[in-house]
Antibody, heavy 119, light 105 residues
Framework: EVQLVESGGGLIQPGGSLGLSCAVS????????MAWVRQAPGKGLEWVSV???????YYADSVKGRFTISRDNSKNTLVLQMNSLRAEDTAVYYC?????????????WGQGTLVTVSS | IQMTQSPSSLSASVGDRVTITCRAS??????LNWYQQKPGKAPKLLIY???SLQSGVPSRFSGSGSGTDFTLTINSLQPEDFATYYC????????FGQGTRLEMK
C-alpha cells in the first residue's frame, strides 16, 4: 500500500527556518519525480517545488532561493528545507508523487502538515 | 499559463449532471488534470491527460477538451461528490485553477 506521511510543520517566527519531511512507503522516492504543493488557509493549491529522479529541482518563483527540496534515500523520504520564512508561507504543505515523470500528474498525496509563520 | 475555472461555486442536487470548465491563458499540449478535494483532506486525482479516468474513480466522472478549453463532467451526482474541484496544467511547471466549490442545493 502506498503511503506518504508528512511531518515537521508547526509555528515559526518570520525569518525562521523549518524542515519538512515526507516519509514514503510503497514505492521508492528516488525512482520517482516528487513534489511539494501547498495550500494557504481557505485558498487554492499552489505548486512549490519538484525534484526529478536525476536530482534536478525546480521551484515556484515565490519560494526560489529560500526553499530547498531534497531526498534522503536511506529513509525513503522527501525533504523540504524552508528558510527566511514569511507570513505568506503559512499553509498546509503536501508532498505528492508525479506518476508521469514530468507531466505533473500527482497520483498519491500525503495528508499534509501545517506550517504557520507568525510572531 | 494561467488557469481560470468557472464557475467558482455551484449548487446542485443529488442526481444532477454538472459541468466545470477550465480555461487556459494559452494553448498547451501537456497534461490537464482534475482533482477533488474534501475539507481537511488531500486532493485526489480524478482525471489525467484531459480525459483519462484515474484507477478507482467512478465512471460518472469524465473529462474532455484540448488546447485552451477543458471540462469536467459529473453525471448523476452522489452525496460524496460535494467537494472542491481543481484543474491543473503541466506546461513547464504545474499550475492549478482557483477551484470550483460544489455545494448541495
Amino acid at each position: 500500500e502506498v503511503q506518504l506521511v508528512e511531518s515537521g510543520g508547526g509555528l515559526i517566527q518570520p525569518g525562521g527556518s523549518l524542515g519538512l519531511s515526507c516519509a514514503v512507503s510503497g514505492f521508492t522516492v528516488s525512482f520517482n519525480y516528487m513534489a511539494w504543493v501547498r495550500q494557504a488557509p481557505g485558498k487554492g493549491l499552489e505548486w512549490v517545488s519538484v525534484i526529478y529522479t536525476d536530482g534536478t529541482s525546480y521551484y515556484a518563483d515565490s519560494v526560489k532561493g529560500r526553499f530547498t527540496i531534497s531526498r534522503d534515500n536511506s529513509k525513503n523520504t522527501l525533504v523540504l528545507q524552508m528558510n527566511s520564512l514569511r507570513a505568506e508561507d503559512t499553509a498546509v504543505y503536501y508532498c505528492a508523487r508525479d506518476v508521469s515523470a514530468g507531466d505533473y500528474i500527482f497520483d498519491h498525496w500525503g495528508q499534509g502538515t501545517l506550517v504557520t509563520v507568525s510572531s | 499559463i494561467q488557469m481560470t475555472q468557472s464557475p467558482s461555486s455551484l449548487s446542485a442536487s443529488v442526481g444532477d449532471r454538472v459541468t466545470i470548465t477550465c480555461r487556459a491563458s494559452q494553448p498547451f499540449t501537456t497534461s490537464l488534470n482534475w482533482y477533488q478535494q474534501k475539507p481537511g483532506k488531500a486532493p485526489k486525482l480524478l482525471i489525467y491527460a484531459a480525459s483519462s479516468l484515474q484507477s478507482g474513480v467512478p465512471s460518472r466522472f469524465s473529462g474532455s477538451g484540448s488546447g485552451t478549453d477543458f471540462t469536467l463532467t459529473i453525471n448523476s451526482l452522489q452525496p460524496e461528490d460535494f467537494a472542491t474541484y481543481y484543474c491543473q496544467q503541466s506546461y513547464i511547471t504545474p499550475g492549478f485553477g482557483q477551484g470550483t466549490r460544489l455545494e448541495m442545493k
